[in-house]
């Protein structure tokens, strides 16, 4: 029954708050609202916040004139919905899930700065792609009370949420967390915190191989792509994922896999994906990947 499914997820009035306002926060911070929480969305970059919650607002009324929610519902949810302009504003949340940049030492830095300002019985929860949760938990002085809750992109689209226990993770925040994702509609599934956990373990080779034989020359990027897509019945080809994920962070992944792994050759990181993080040319958020997604650009996109 659905009651005992979900008997350990946080109670709707519990204040969600969610560090970082890129692509997967505002995601995430859409998931928590529509389920019913009061949100609460902070980032160090001016403005950043207040422009994503405008941006899920617009994504709220937009589904509620496709019919897929009804404006009540938007509405709410809209309402549930509020920038905070520091770290300070945080101090009522119940569960934190970090959504910033892909680097260990300053997601350390921020769970030990909300260490001192959230409750002890607030949740942190990161949505690191690939770094360590066991390595993230270290920095904090109760490292039990960090779990990994690893979204993916987009996150109000995507059912998958990967729920990642460290070693000094507290099982039971790990089953809190499972359950609340699943009330929250999505569809949880444990994981140990190894190099990757599970998809972006198992998505390696994906994209590692496609870009061999790029590099190979055995075929374009679209051709790779179409063959994944059509006879591989993938529902994208490893370039359009790699240029929706962003090679910025598809590359940070790619190379804290390796690293993680004493560098096995397996998952060695690929020139060409260097070439366009150095570039600039980090996907569709930029505009341009391994396609163009510029208005009017020859190139279709995919
Ligand atoms: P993004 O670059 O779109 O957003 C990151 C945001 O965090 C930026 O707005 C930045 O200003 C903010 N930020 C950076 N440092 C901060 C700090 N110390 N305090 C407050 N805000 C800070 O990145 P994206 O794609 O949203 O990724 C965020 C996290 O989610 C990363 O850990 C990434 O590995 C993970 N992730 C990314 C996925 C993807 O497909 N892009 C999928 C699943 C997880």
Redesign the pocket.
């Known amino acids: 029954m659905s009651m005992s499914m979900s008997k350990q997820a946080l109670p709707l009035s519990t204040p969600v708050a969610v560090?970082?306002?890129?692509?997967?926060?505002a995601g995430i911070a859409q998931v928590a609202a529509q389920a019913g929480h009061p949100v609460r969305l902070?980032?160090?970059?001016a403005g950043?916040a207040e422009q994503a919650v405008a941006g899920i607002r617009a994504q709220l009324t937009k589904l509620a004139d496709k019919g897929k929610l009804s404006p009540e519902a938007a509405q709410a949810a809209a309402e549930r919905l509020s920038a905070a302009a520091s770290s300070a504003e945080l101090a009522d949340a119940g569960l934190v899930i970090e959504?910033?940049?892909?680097n260990l030492e300053?997601k350390r830095a921020?769970f030990r700065e909300l260490e001192a300002i959230c409750g002890a019985d607030c949740i942190f929860a990161t949505?690191?792609?690939?770094i360590s949760v066991t390595a993230i938990a270290a920095g904090l002085q109760r490292p039990e009370r960090l779990v990994g809750m690893?979204?993916?992109?987009p996150a109000p689209l995507m059912a998958l949420v990967e729920i990642v226990s460290g070693l000094a993770s507290e099982r039971q925040l790990a089953d809190t967390l499972f359950d609340t994702a699943a009330a929250w509609g999505k569809t949880p599934v444990h994981a140990k915190s190894t190099p990757g956990f599970i998809v972006n373990r198992v998505a390696r080779p994906y994209y590692a191989e496609g870009l061999r034989l790029l590099q190979e020359g055995a075929a374009d990027c679209a051709t790779i792509d179409a063959v994944m897509r059509e006879a591989g019945g993938f529902r994208m080809g490893p370039f359009e994922l790699m240029d929706m994920?962003?090679h910025d962070?598809n590359f940070a992944?790619t190379k804290s896999v390796w690293n993680a792994f004493y560098q096995d050759p397996r998952f060695q990181p690929s020139l060409i994906q260097q070439e366009l993080v150095d570039a600039g040319f980090i996907g569709r958020k930029s505009g341009r990947g391994f396609y163009d997604y510029r208005a009017g650009a020859e190139r279709a996109q995919p």
């Open positions: 560090i970082g306002a890129g692509a997967m926060g902070l980032d160090n970059r950043a959504a910033i940049v892909e300053v921020l949505n690191t792609s690939s690893h979204f993916f992109n994920i962003g962070v992944v």
